[in-house]
C-alpha cells in the first residue's frame, strides 16, 4: 500500500480512517484533524505555521501512518491492526510519547476503548455501545478514581460516576455478607439515585475547578474471616480529591475506596465539607491525612503551591531519557518538601513513600543509578526520624531491587554472581523484615528464582514458608498454588468456573479423556501463537480421547470474548475476575504465561509444564498405548 493510492476518510462519528482505492494522498491537515473522543487529553498540536512542516509516511509494510513535526518527533500513529485497509488504533503522543489511544478491537468502524499512557496515566476503558461514553473500566488506579469523580460531578454527569462504583455483582464477587454487605449495597444504590442531585446542587465544584491531587491516609487490607468479609479486601478510607478554585485549596470528600483486579471503586456518594458522611467500611481510628483535615485545616498556601508544582511536572514526564531524568529529580525534590511541610506519621510517610517508589521506577526504566545513593540517604533519614518500619522495610527492599536491576543490566557483570548476590540479599532482607508487606514479595521472588533455575526443592521450601507467614496476602496465595502445581503429578487439580460466553467448565466432567489446560491472555503473544498449534493437535486427535480447556487470564472477560469470536476454538474457555493475580492463576501459583498442563484419562496431572513443541509426541505415546508419559 503506497501514500500515493492512499487517503484518509474521516467521518465525525466515527473517526473512521481507511484506505481508499482513490489516486490521492493523505494530507498532514487530514490528520491533524483527527481529535481523541475523550476529552481533556493533553497531546501535542503543532503550530498552524508549522503543520506543512509536518510530515506523513506509510510504515510497517504499508499498515500504520505516522505524523511527525519538523523536528522528527512523533505526533500521531494510525494503525491498522488486522490487515484489513481500515484504521482501528489512533495514538496521539505528548513529547514523543503515547499518551492516548482510541481502539476499534471488534473491526467494526467504532471506536470500542480508550487507553490513557506514560504522563496521561494508566485507564483503560470500555465502551461496550460504541457511543463515545465511558461504560466500565478495565483499569483505573485510586488517583484515577478521584480524579474521573470530580469531572463526573463538573459535569453533572450521573452515568460517569457510576461507573466508578460496584454492581451488585461486584459485591457478591468481593465476597461481602451480613450486614456489612448490606450498608455497603445502600451506600451504592444512594449514590446511584442522589449523584444528580448531590452534583447539581453543590457549589464547590464548577466549570472552572482544577483537580490537583488524590489524599488518603495508607491503603489498608481487611482480612477474610472478619465480620461480612469471605476474602482480603484491599481499601483505602477517607478517600479525597484536592481541587483548587482560583488558587483557594478545597477537598471533595470521596470516602471509603476497595481495589477489584486492576480497578478501584468507591462505594458511596461524595461530599462537601462534612467527611463524616462519606461511606466507609470499617470503624477505626482515623490519622490527621489530608483526606481527614476538616475543610477548615485545609493545606497551607506552602503545601498548596508544592502540590500546584507536582501537578505541572507530571505533565512534563516524556521526552528522552535525560530529559525524563531531569523531570524525575525536580519531581523527588518536590515530595522531599511535602514531607517536610507534613506532620510526622502516615502524612509524612505517604510522600516519602512516593518519593523511593520514584526512585526505584527511575532506575528500572531509565538507568538513572545516581538514584540509588538517594533511596540509601532516605534509608539513612528514615532511621533518624524514627519512622515506621513498615516504611524502612519499604525503603530497603525498593534500594536491593534498583541494585539488582543496575547489576544486571552491567553486560560485564558475571550472571551467576548476580544472581547469588540477590538470592543472599532477599534472604537476609526476609529474616531482618520478617512480618511486612514487602517480606511477602521478597519469598515470592526466592521462590520464583529457585523454580526458574530449576531448583525445585528450594523453590517449594519458599513457597511453603510464605504460604504459612502470609497465609491471606496475595503473594501467599499465589505460593500455596505453587507448591500444588510443583507437587501436582499423579494428583487432581482443580478448575472449574464460569465459561466465556455462558455456561460452566469443570475439568472433574472430563473424565476418560487426556485433556491440556492451557493459561493464555490475549495480550500474550506466545499463547497465541501456541493456539494456533492446539487447533491443528485437537482437530488431529480429539477423536482419539484428546481435549483442551483453556483458562483465559485477561483482567477483563470482554477481551476473552471478543477474541474468541474473531478467532474461533472448539474447546472451552474458562474465566474469573483478577487476570495473573486471580483465583485461576492462585490456584496453580501460575507466574507466566503461557502455561500448559496436561491431565490423563483418570483426571491426574501427567505433565505440569509442557511445551507446545513436545505435545504431540506426549499425545502419540499416551494415545497410541505406548509407555506413560513420563514424569516431570
Known sequence: MSLRSSAFVITSTFLTLAVATAAQSATIQQALGLKPIQANI????????????????????????????????????????????????????????????????????????????????????????????????????????????????????????????????????????GELKDRVSKGISEAESDFAKFAKDQKLVGKSTMFLDFGASRPAIIPAGGDGVKQDLHVYENVAALVDNGGKPEQVYLGAMVQMGDTWRLIGLPQIGDSSAVAQLFAAPQTESMAAMPSGDAPSEKVQQLLADLEKLDSQLGGSNDQQIAVTKKRVAVLEKLAAESAAGSDREQWQRQQVDMLSAAVQTMQYYDAIEQIEQLATELKKQKASKELQAHVEFRRLWSEYIKSSMDPKSNYTKVRDAWLESLQKFAKDYPNFPDTAEAMLQLGMEEEFAGEEESAIEWYTKLAKQFPNSDAGKKATGAVRRLQSIGKA???????????????????????????????????????????????KYSRRGFDIIGVNLDSSVSEAEKYLKQNRMPWKHVYDEGGLDGRLANEMGVMTLPLMLLVDDKGQVANRNVHITELENELKRVLGKEPQIGRR
Open 493 to 539: 487439580m482443580p478448575l472449574a468456573g464460569d465459561a466465556v460466553g455462558g455456561g460452566k467448565v469443570n475439568l472433574a466432567g472430563y473424565r476418560r479423556k487426556y485433556v491440556l489446560i492451557h493459561y493464555w491472555a490475549t495480550w500474550c503473544e506466545p499463547c497465541k501463537e501456541d493456539i494456533e498449534e492446539l487447533k491443528v493437535l485437537h482437530n
Open 42 to 177: 493533553d497531546y501535542d498540536q503543532p503550530d498552524s505555521g508549522d503543520v506543512e512542516k509536518c510530515n506523513i509516511k506509510l510504515v510497517d509494510g504499508g499498515t500504520t501512518w505516522v505524523v511527525t513535526d519538523p523536528d522528527g518527533k512523533v505526533l500521531r500513529r494510525f494503525s491498522d491492526s488486522n490487515s484489513d485497509k481500515v484504521i482501528d488504533t489512533w495514538s496521539y503522543f505528548k513529547n514523543g510519547l503515547e499518551v492516548y489511544r482510541d481502539i476499534d478491537a471488534d473491526f467494526d468502524g467504532k471506536a470500542d476503548q480508550y487507553r490513557w499512557f506514560h504522563s496521561a496515566g494508566t485507564r483503560w476503558a470500555i465502551d461496550e455501545d460504541e457511543n463515545g461514553k465511558i461504560d466500565s473500566w478495565k483499569r483505573i488506579s485510586p488517583y484515577e478514581v478521584a480524579e474521573v469523580a470530580i469531572q463526573a460531578i463538573q459535569n453533572q454527569d450521573a452515568r460517569l460516576y457510576a461507573t466508578l462504583l460496584p454492581s451488585s455483582k461486584d459485591i457478591d464477587r468481593l465476597g461481602f455478607s
